[in-house]
């Protein structure tokens, strides 16, 4: 089992910066693929970006392509999302998942989650 534990969320005006943590604690963080996903009220989880176990293949939602990057740093077992360029439409709140057999595009197939942490981008 491992917890997962999301920082870095805040109040940022649009075309502003933020960087996303995930620590991780419990078992070997480097067995795990993480995804990073964000909901706003009324609407399901959405899939924002994954990586893979060693960190040297990851995922990015086409919509975010160019301004969002997702690394990991198995030593510091933490997750990054660096968000950058961000918009009103980016206020959400930010969860960090893992699961072994990772990464995955769905929110149901993660094992672990944390409890989120949250953006919002003021226009």
């Known amino acids: 089992q491992v917890r997962l534990v999301e920082s870095g969320g805040g109040l940022v005006q649009a075309g502003g910066s933020l960087r996303l943590s995930c620590a991780a604690s419990g078992r070997t963080f480097s067995i795990y693929a993480m995804g990073w996903f964000r909901q706003v009220p009324g609407k399901e989880r959405e899939f924002v970006a994954a990586?893979?176990?060693?960190?040297?293949?990851?995922y990015l939602a086409d919509s975010l392509k160019g301004r969002f990057t997702i690394s990991r740093d198995n030593a510091k077992s933490t997750v990054y999302l660096q968000m950058s360029s961000l918009k009103p439409e980016d206020t959400a709140v930010y969860y960090c998942?893992?699961?072994?057999?990772?990464?995955?595009?769905?929110?149901?197939?993660?094992?672990?989650w944390g409890q989120g942490t949250q953006v919002t981008v003021s226009s």
């Open positions: 998942a893992a699961d072994k057999s990772g990464p995955h595009y769905r929110y149901d197939e993660y094992d672990y």
């Open positions: 990586i893979r176990r060693s960190g040297g293949t990851t």
